[in-house]
């Protein structure tokens, strides 16, 4: 049996003398492990399609999910521009890390595969570099929201009270707490979130990144967000996490 997907390259390690494993995030199958004949040899047999963040057209023989061989691919977009920069690649190595580490299964999430390929598209295409901070903040927030992660900061995390809301952001619970709940709760470090951040974090996942020109937030505010984003996340998987 053959089978096809669409899929991006995520990682590559050699095997034995001349094979490498590729994991692709897949449309159809979600993350999986494929082995490359010859794929050290040969790099014309997949036609440039093995790099890193390549998103391909794959061919498969054997079940997609029980490492299967990959017989040949076409190149949908190999990313060129986003090769050129620094920063663009360990932003796309970083997207890439935290897919691996919280979307690991061979299991269709397609908004995943979607979410992967537009951030990568975007990376590529972006000309200030000062705005890849916008970038990696809401591609977290939209994949925990995606993985069912999303904080709580529209009301009190605790109570679901909508009064006397402090930016207090309390790890263990999950999002922000009242003036009356906060006092109770235990912090290791104090986090603190204001308006304009907790609006952030609302509404990443409705942003539409197909206006990604009109989306703006100041660039001072935002590392504070990433870093608790990042902190929510390793609390709540147990996975460390690049910042
Ligand atoms: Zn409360």
């Not at 004949?37 to 061919?59: M, P, Q, T, W």
């Not at 796309?92 to 598209?121: C, D, E, F, H």
């Amino acid at each position: 049996m053959t089978y096809s997907s669409r899929g991006i390259v995520l990682s590559i390690e050699n095997f034995g003398e001349a094979d490498r494993y590729i994991q692709f995030f897949t449309k159809d199958w979600g993350m999986i492990s494929v082995l490359a004949k010859s794929a050290r040899k040969s790099k014309r047999r997949y036609v440039g399609g093995l790099d890193l963040f390549c998103h391909n057209e794959i061919f498969l023989r054997g079940d997609p999910k029980d490492r299967p061989y990959l017989n040949e691919l076409s190149v949908l977009n190999s990313f060129p521009k986003l090769r050129e920069e620094l920063d663009k690649v360990l932003l796309a190595g970083k997207i890439v890390q935290w897919i691996t580490r919280l979307a690991n299964t061979p299991t269709p999430m397609p908004s995943i595969y979607s979410l992967l390929g537009q951030s990568l598209a975007l990376i590529e295409k972006e000309q200030n570099l000062e705005k890849l901070e916008l970038l990696n903040t809401i591609f977290k927030l939209r994949l925990l929201c995606l993985l069912g992660l999303k904080p709580r900061v529209d009301v009190c995390a605790k109570c679901e009270g909508k009064d006397d809301i402090e930016g207090v952001f309390d790890l263990n619970s999950g999002g922000i707490l009242c003036r009356l709940c906060a006092p109770k709760a235990n912090f290791a470090e104090n986090l603190v979130l204001n308006p304009s951040q907790r609006n952030l974090v609302n509404i990443a996942d409705q942003l539409k990144l197909s206006h990604w020109d009109e989306i703006s937030f100041p660039q001072e505010l935002l590392f504070s967000v990433n870093r608790l984003m990042t902190q929510f996340a390793s609390f709540h998987t147990q996975v460390q996490l690049p910042l």
